[in-house]
C-alpha cells in the first residue's frame, strides 16, 4: 500500500471568528515531500498550520475533509506526539518564568509550561532526555534560564528542543527564523536542513524566499486563502508570481539555490515588468 499523504485537504472552509479564510480549499502534501508556504499577512498560513494541528476544524459539509497522515480522526494528543511544531504563538503564550528545561519538558506532555499535575508525570528519563537536547541545540546553558530573561533567537531555540523531544517525524514551523539574527538564522536553516535530509516532514511558513533552505523544493504561494501558485520554485518564485501575491513589484536572484526578492526599481523598464503578463 503506498505511504498515506502527511496532509490532504479536500473543499475544507475555514471560519476564524467571523472571517472566512479559506473557501472550498484543497492541498495535498505528501510525505517527505518538505514544503514552504509563503504569502502576504493574513493570507491565512498560520490558519493553515493549525489545520494541520488540530487546533481549528473547517465546517462539516459532505465531500469536504481534512485528512492527516491518511485519518480523518484523531486523538489531538497522539497526532501532537507525530508534530513537532515551532511558532510565534507558541512561544508567548509561555510564562515568562518557565525556564528553558520547562519549555523542551512540555513537548513531552504537548503542554504549555509544565505546572501542577504535568509536572508529576514527567520522568528523570525525559529530564535527561530534555536536557541533551538542549545541549545538541547548543544551548545547555538556557537549561535553568527563565524565558524572561532570554533573547528571542535563545527562546526559539528552546521551541525548537521542545518540537524535537518526541523524535518527531513532521516539524510544522511557523516563521522559525522571524527575530533571529544571522548567525542563528543560519544555525536554525541548516538544523532544517538536516532534519530534511534525515527524513523528516518539513511544513515551513515564511516571508522572504531567501529564509527557504535550498532542499525545500515545493513552494506554496497563498493570497487571501487562495493558492496563487504551487510547484517547483523555479516555477513559482517568478516576479510575475510575487506581483500578483503580493501587488509590489519584486525582484527575484538566485544564488546557490537560494532565492533572494527585492523590490523593482520604479523606472520604466521596471514599470513595464509590474504590468502582469
Ligand atoms: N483568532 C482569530 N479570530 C478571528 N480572526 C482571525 C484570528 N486569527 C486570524 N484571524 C484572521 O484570519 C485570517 C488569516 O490569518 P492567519 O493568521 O492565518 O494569517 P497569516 O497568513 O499567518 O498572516 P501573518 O503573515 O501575519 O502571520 C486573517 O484575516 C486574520 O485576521
Ligand atoms: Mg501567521
Known amino acids: 500500500m503506498s505511504e498515506a499523504p502527511l496532509v490532504e485537504i479536500r473543499d475544507a472552509t475555514i471560519f476564524r471568528g467571523d472571517t ?6 484543497s492541498l495535498t502534501i505528501f510525505q517527505r515531500e518538505p514544503v514552504a508556504i509563503l504569502g502576504p499577512n493574513g493570507s491565512g498560513k498560520t490558519t493553515l ?6 487546533e481549528i476544524y473547517p465546517v462539516q459539509r459532505e465531500g469536504s475533509s481534512v485528512r492527516i497522515l491518511g485519518r480523518d480522526q484523531w486523538n489531538v494528543w497522539d497526532l501532537r506526539s507525530r508534530l513537532g511544531i515551532v511558532s510565534h504563538d507558541l512561544q508567548v503564550r509561555y510564562d515568562d518564568r518557565a525556564t528553558g528545561l520547562d519549555v523542551v519538558l512540555s513537548g513531552f506532555q504537548s503542554s504549555i509550561g509544565v505546572h501542577g499535575a504535568v509536572a508529576g508525570r514527567i520522568t528523570a528519563e525525559q529530564r535527561a532526555r530534555a536536557s541533551s537536547i538542549l545541549e545538541n541545540l547548543g544551548a545547555g546553558e538556557l537549561s535553568r534560564k527563565q524565558l524572561a530573561s532570554m533573547s528571542t533567537g535563545q527562546q526559539r ?7 524535537l523531544v518526541h523524535d518527531p517525524d513532521t516539524l510544522i514551523l511557523d516563521e522559525p527564523t522571524a527575530g533571529l539574527d ?3 538564522a543560519f544555525d536554525y536553516l541548516e538544523r532544517i536542513r538536516r532534519l530534511s535530509a534525515a527524513g523528516k516532514n518539513i511544513v515551513l511558513v515564511c516571508h522572504s524566499p531567501g529564509e527557504i533552505p535550498p532542499q525545500i523544493k515545493r513552494i506554496v504561494l497563498l493570497r487571501a486563502g487562495c493558492i496563487m501558485a504551487d510547484g517547483t ?6 516576479e510575475h508570481n510575487l506581483y500578483q501575491t503580493y501587488g509590489v ?5 538566485v544564488v546557490d539555490g ?5 523590490p523593482a526599481v520604479p523606472d520604466g523598464r521596471t514599470e513595464a515588468r509590474l504590468q502582469p503578463d
Request: hydrophobic letters at 50%; aromatic letters at 16%; glycine letters at 6%.
Open 182 to 184: 544571522l548567525a542563528a
Open 49 to 54: 498550520l493549525k489545520l494541520i494541528n488540530r
Open 157 to 163: 531555540r528552546c521551541l525548537l528542543g521542545r518540537a
Open 20 to 25: 472566512c479564510v479559506f473557501d472550498r480549499f
Open 249 to 253: 513589484g519584486v525582484r527575484i536572484a
Open 258 to 262: 537560494y532565492y533572494f526578492a527585492y
Open 233 to 238: 520554485k523555479d516555477r513559482v518564485l517568478t
